[in-house]
């Protein structure tokens, strides 16, 4: 898009231009999902049921898997596990809104991008991003 070698860190490009890691994004979506399903007593049942079943990658168990790898302590403190879902969420959005406030090269990047010449955003994000070997 900007010509900008392939081996360079986007990162601080991502963030500059709103653009949320996608693992973070599928493991917001998984548990958004899982929110939805348990709102209908039906789908409820349904995943109550499905715990006792022996399935090697079920939806509770992705859950699950996400929560534990959020080390936390909001999320430790709850009791039920709706509330350990939603405490998850809001770590996950919290650390991604974190991202992009203490980010210095992202408000650099946000400021070069305004400009209408395409030669001169190329040349100031090619020295403003760290580039490796």
């Given at each position: ?130 580039f490796g070997v």
């Open positions: 898009m900007f010509f900008l070698p392939t081996r360079c860190t986007t990162t601080s490009l991502q963030l500059a231009l709103n653009i949320n890691s996608v693992h973070d994004s599928i493991r917001k979506a998984k548990l958004e999902f899982f929110l939805n399903l348990t709102k209908n007593a039906f789908t409820k049942e349904i995943i109550r049921v499905s715990i006792n079943l022996n399935i090697d990658r079920d939806l509770t168990s992705e859950i699950i898997d996400i929560m534990t790898t959020e080390d936390d302590s909001i999320i430790n403190s709850q009791l039920n596990i709706m509330d350990k879902v939603k405490a998850t969420l809001y770590v996950i959005r919290v650390r991604e809104k974190d991202k992009m406030k203490q980010n210095e090269e992202a408000r650099q990047i946000k400021d070069i991008l305004p400009s209408n010449d395409r030669v001169v955003i190329k040349t100031r994000l090619f020295n403003s991003l760290k």
